[in-house]
């Protein structure tokens, strides 16, 4: 009778070799794309992806600076069909299964702008996350160390993914920030050059009005 490996882990050690397990699988194992970009005024700029039939994918962007914060948005599967459209948006997420197999396309566009250019945020994924290396083997139940690697690996993505929207968020109320300050110091200025274009206006008539020759007395009879 052969003797069972114990579960029982040293706690220095157990905890060590699950956190390597899990720190050295946090890279995702689906395509994608992920990508912050400039997109010009009266531009068009667009990414090509290959994509299985019947693989799932998701499509995520967001505008973090320029004009109004919104971009046209176009996605084409390979045939030249748009299966998904947004006007002047802000930001959105498109989940969708690829009907064939082939090159999909998606475009985004600031045709509609005339002086701003916009700095855009997109997230191309494509395909189902791989479960750890190793882990699909089993056939059995999966052991306590392995089922706390899996979850860790799921926890560190998670993490990563929020890290990376408060990221976007703080990049957005920054530049607003920072555009609201920029438009109130030259409102600021204006309004100080207006204040003394009047004050000097102000002096000058003034001045003008109090240096006018007065009519001499002595042009009028005295009355008696």
């Not at 475009?107 to 994924?125: A, G, L, P, R």
């Not at 309004?191 to 003034?206: D, F, K, N, P, R």
Request: charged share 20%; glycine share 6%.
């Amino acid at each position: 009778m052969s003797k069972k490996p114990s579960l029982h882990q040293p706690k220095g050690s157990g905890f060590g070799l699950i956190l390597f397990l899990a720190l050295s699988h946090t890279v995702s194992l689906v395509n994608s794309v992920e990508l912050t970009f400039e997109l010009p005024d009266n531009a068009r700029e667009c990414f090509y992806e290959e994509i299985l039939k019947n693989q799932s994918a998701t499509l995520e962007f967001q505008v973090v600076s320029g004009g109004r914060y919104d971009v046209d948005l176009t996605l084409e599967s390979p045939t030249g069909e748009v299966i998904y459209r947004q006007k002047q948006t802000q930001f959105d997420s498109y989940n969708f299964v690829a009907a064939a197999t082939g090159i999909y396309t998606a475009c985004f566009s600031n045709e509609f702008s005339t002086f701003s250019h916009k700095i855009v945020y997109m997230d191309f994924q494509v395909g189902d996350e791989q479960p750890l290396p190793g882990l699909e083997e089993h056939a059995t139940v999966l052991t306590q160390l392995e089922s706390s690697a899996q979850e860790i690996h799921k926890g560190l993505n998670a993490i990563l993914d929020y890290q990376t929207h408060h990221r976007l968020r703080e990049a957005q109320g920054r530049k607003r920030a920072e555009d609201l300050n920029e438009r109130v110091l030259w409102w600021s200025l204006t309004e100080t050059a207006a204040i003394l274009l009047i004050a000097i206006g102000q002096v000058l008539v003034l001045r003008n009005f109090f240096s006018e020759k007065k009519p001499s007395q002595m042009n009028y009879p005295l009355m008696k």
